[in-house]
């Protein structure tokens, strides 16, 4: 297991000036391009091509592209058929739909039938925000993961969708990605690895950094770990930070190494703390290694109108949330 | 459509026949299961994989075999049984329905059985797939000659999710998607005009823009036909709506709901009791009550 130095990230990452982009953007982007490389890859959407971004594939591939209006039921199981045939389906609504409204159809016409359809479930968590509850999912992991054959992704910026997106064209499994519909920093680059079933991992120091909390984060608020561990770094407490951004299947061996080589584990992600990426890595820990794990997630509420900072600050979820809740942990002040 | 002689249908209502006496002993065996749906199609399976698909049992993956999706999956000792006497596995498999091991899954797994095209048994799903895969060919072959047949139940048409795909299937005008509607009446809770009515089911299939018709289940030239004028249909996709009798074979069983979900030994007692229920079925399903075809049966 080797770490990376978080300057291997994107250089502007603190800096005010740091590009920002939604990274449903970076899908849109690379479902065009794999559209241009296998003629085997065909997309579905119920209604909502522009904001999930499956627009750019529809444009360059129209013949290509199924619109299937407001039916995410019968979306599933319309890729389902279309994959059994050799297609390669991406799929997209808003989570709160797909995989919300479709899960039988999921488990059954696609995860049951282990064909590789490809699930987009875009404006996940309560960062969607002024549309309130109704659409903040917040339970979509857990709906995923406790699926057979189902990879679960949750890429952390743009540049990771375009990689996550690129490598599920090439892949068999049948694959829910969750995105997100606001604009957050770009935290990786160009150069910045991605596979699925690995983790990546940040130290803030050279070697001589003392490992006392890790922060494992999924999704777009991986930024927000990794300023919470910036800061404290600068206050002396080592923090290293893990980009889960495969939730399924877990790097069991990177979770290890984590819980081994710090004291403490925080997790940090937009879904209900019950069911989402903190339970899959306590319930691994549990067995193998009984670690401290402090799972910081939506705990058991539903979400409400509201900007994404705002909601995120609410539910604990934000930088300074995730430093005061660690050195509360630590007994630090 | 491929024509039927007289003899060919003397040898598809005998094959129906042979295939309902398989029914039973698979249900006994398996102590659960059900029968009533399976008994209703098995003179429209029989049609279908001894004379309509374009299939080959020895090669079931077959790229350019006609696709067959089962949208009702709790019907599928039907499609096991025909399946084996169309020769994809031997016929003393049947006898391993609901086993543990089996391939033979309570309701169908295409992973563990070639030869079927989708696993099944959440009704309303198989629709959509149907259409799916139809629109898959049509991308690859616009002039393919592949048939998508989708095997519905009656009391499946509760489903919301079946009038999503006909909308698509209606909007993307799939000439070679051929629905085909089990009109049996019943589903577990009773009638289907009392639980949930779909009538007027012909007039609510057309304007959904299909082509729609109506045939007696249990006359083969007529399903034929009706497949055949099917397939001749272009630029809007077909239903038929087979009215079938549930039980279809069986006598003591025909027209009673409360066969939906039982096996013979463990069906409604008030006509025959319950130890000789395989028995009555099986003797009557020989003899045709000395009959020679289905079709001079009264």
């Not at chain 1, 519909?181 to 690995?198: N, Q, S």
């Amino acid at each position: 297991m080797t770490y990376r130095l978080a300057s291997h990230l994107n250089p502007d990452l603190f800096s005010p000036s740091c590009a920002k982009e939604a990274n449903r953007i970076g899908f849109g982007k690379a479902l065009k391009e794999v559209g241009s490389k296998d003629e085997r890859v065909v997309a579905l959407c119920a209604d909502l091509t522009e904001s999930t971004r499956i627009i750019d594939f529809k444009d360059a591939f129209p013949e290509r592209f199924f619109e299937m209006g407001i039916s995410e039921q019968s979306m599933a199981s319309v890729a389902s058929g279309m994959a059994a045939m050799g297609k390669i389906p991406f799929m997209a609504s808003y989570a709160m739909f797909s995989p919300g409204r479709n899960w039988e159809q999921i488990r059954t016409t696609i995860a049951y039938n282990d064909v590789p359809v490809k699930i987009i479930g875009a404006h996940a968590g309560v960062s969607v925000g002024p549309d309130g509850a109704t659409h903040q999912a917040i339970e979509d992991v857990a709906l995923m993961r406790t699926i057979p054959n189902m990879v679960v992704l949750s890429p952390s910026d743009t540049l990771e969708a375009a990689r996550a997106t690129m490598t599920l064209a090439t892949t068999t499994e049948p694959s829910y990605m969750r995105l997100a519909r606001e604009a957050t920093p770009v935290v990786t680059t160009a150069a910045t690895p991605f596979a699925i079933g690995k983790a990546e991992m940040y130290l803030f120091r050279d070697e001589a950094h003392t490992k006392k909390v890790g922060i494992i984060a999924s999704g777009t608020i991986l930024f927000e770990a990794l300023s919470a561990a910036r800061t404290l770094n600068e206050n002396g407490i080592g923090a290293s930070v893990m980009n889960l951004a495969t939730i399924k299947p877990l790097d069991t061996a990177a979770v290890l190494t984590f819980a081994e080589e710090h004291n403490v584990l925080v997790t940090v992600e937009e879904h209900q703390r019950a069911g989402g990426m903190g339970s899959a890595v306590v319930e691994y820990l549990s067995t193998v290694r009984p670690t401290k794990v402090i799972r910081l997630g939506i705990d058991d509420a539903f979400g409400q109108s509201g900007t994404m900072e705002e909601l995120w600050r609410y539910f604990g979820l934000d930088a300074a949330s995730i430093v005061l809740e660690t050195k509360r942990i630590l007994g630090v002040s | 459509m491929k024509y039927l002689s007289d003899s060919d249908v003397t040898a598809l209502e005998t094959k129906a026949n042979e295939i309902r006496a398989s029914i039973i002993e698979m249900l006994v065996a398996a102590g659960s299961g059900h029968t009533a749906g399976p008994l209703g199609m098995a003179d429209i399976f029989t049609l279908l994989y001894f004379h309509v698909l374009r299939h080959d049992a020895k090669n079931p993956l077959w790229s350019e075999r006609d696709r067959l999706v089962l949208s009702n999956g709790h019907i599928c000792p039907v499609l096991y049984a025909t399946m084996a006497h169309a020769g994809y596995f031997p016929i003393e498999e049947l006898k391993t329905l609901r086993k543990f091991g089996s391939r033979l899954q309570g309701h169908p797994h295409r992973i563990m059985l070639p030869g079927l095209e989708t696993s099944s048994g959440p009704l309303g799903s198989g629709l959509s797939q149907a259409v799916g895969m139809a629109l898959a060919e049509r991308l690859d072959n616009p002039y393919s000659s592949k048939y998508f047949y989708c095997m519905t139940g009656d009391g499946e048409w509760n489903e919301g999710q079946m009038w999503e795909a006909l909308l698509l299937a209606g909007k993307e005008k799939l000439h070679n998607l051929i629905v085909i509607v089990d009109r049996n009446g019943i589903q577990i809770d009773g009638f289907v005009e009392d639980i949930m009515p779909l009538e007027p089911l012909y007039e609510k299939f057309s304007a959904f823009n299909f082509d729609v018709q109506e045939v007696d289940g249990h006359n083969m030239r007529a399903v034929n036909d009706a497949i055949g004028k099917a397939q001749a249909v272009f630029g809007q996709p077909s239903v038929i709506i087979a009215h079938t009798i549930p039980s279809k074979g069986v006598g003591l069983f025909e027209r009673d709901f409360r066969w939906h979900g039982n096996p013979p030994g463990k069906g409604p007692t008030d006509r025959v009791p319950r130890d000789k229920q395989a028995e009555v079925a099986l003797r009557e399903l020989r003899s045709l009550k000395g009959y020679v075809t289905n079709s001079e049966h009264p």
